[in-house]
């Protein structure tokens, strides 16, 4: 039985921001690092979830002023057929790829890059500039850091200089890439993970790309890292800087492995937090 789910727009401000779908990727709970499996496994089914993993994929395209700018790309396909439907969805939405004015990346994972660019090194948004953090490039567009990786990165790095290939001649490493877009540095799980604002004020929403993975464990246990994280320590500073703010300000936030269609809030839980999910509107 399949499900089809996918997209969702919202209003924020002056921009319609639309969560598409790329799917799901299923994980072992071992990739979790700081809770022991079981303990994790009990807080999934706690909530009623698989007892191992499932994270969703979402991408975000925000339509603003005339412009159009996607937020991360998807797996292309390249992490198993559970993933990569993030451009059949996104034209589902009514969103052609030659309209995408410039494509901003949360960082250089094949999740979230993977959607750049065909298999045979063609950009998949031809009238395209991409947008991301200089030391996110720096890190896996240049040799230096690829040159002393261990064997099992490698893939990575290789994966992330063919996704972004077709877009040599027109990145840009600006610190708000867009009019109403504004770059929240988050290093920790890369050296340059950006979370990103759209709008300002009590009209703004927090795209905090992948500062939770796995919302019903890291929400409570904000300490529980990633084996993908590349500095632990970092991304428990920022996971923890994110939700102490959006639960004080009471922010709309939304990440790339919320369970669709990933608008929510985050809510203090005494020593924790709780991701709440803002309720669809149908109208």
Known sequence: MTQNA??????????????????????????????????A????????????????????????????VLIDTGSGGSMGPSNGHMLTNMVLAGVQPASV??????????????????????????????????????FWLEETAMATAPAEMRPYFEGAQAAAAPYRGRMTMAASPEPGVTRIALPG???????????????????????????DVQAPHPEVCMTFDQDPAGAQASRRRMFDMAAADKLLVAGMHHYFPAFSHVARRGEGFEIVPEPMFVE
């Open 6 to 39: 996918p997209y969702y727009r919202r209003q924020v401000g002056d921009a319609i921001v639309t969560v598409v779908s790329d799917g799901y990727l299923d994980l072992p709970l071992e990739t979790m690092q700081g809770i022991a499996p079981e303990a």
């Open 41 to 68: 496994s009990g807080l999934l089914t706690g909530r009623f979830r698989r007892p191992t993993p499932r994270l969703a994929i979402n991408v975000f395209v925000v339509q603003r002023g005339g412009r159009t």
């Open 101 to 138: 004015d410039k494509v901003v990346l949360t960082h250089l994972h094949p999740d979230h890059a993977g959607g750049l660019s065909t298999r045979d090194g063609k950009a998949v948004f031809p009238n395209a500039e991409l947008a991301l953090a200089e030391e996110e490039a720096k």
């Open 189 to 215: 799980h890369t050296p340059g993970h950006s979370g990103y604002r759209i709008g300002d004020g009590a009209e703004s929403l927090l795209i905090y790309g992948d500062v939770v993975h796995v919302p």
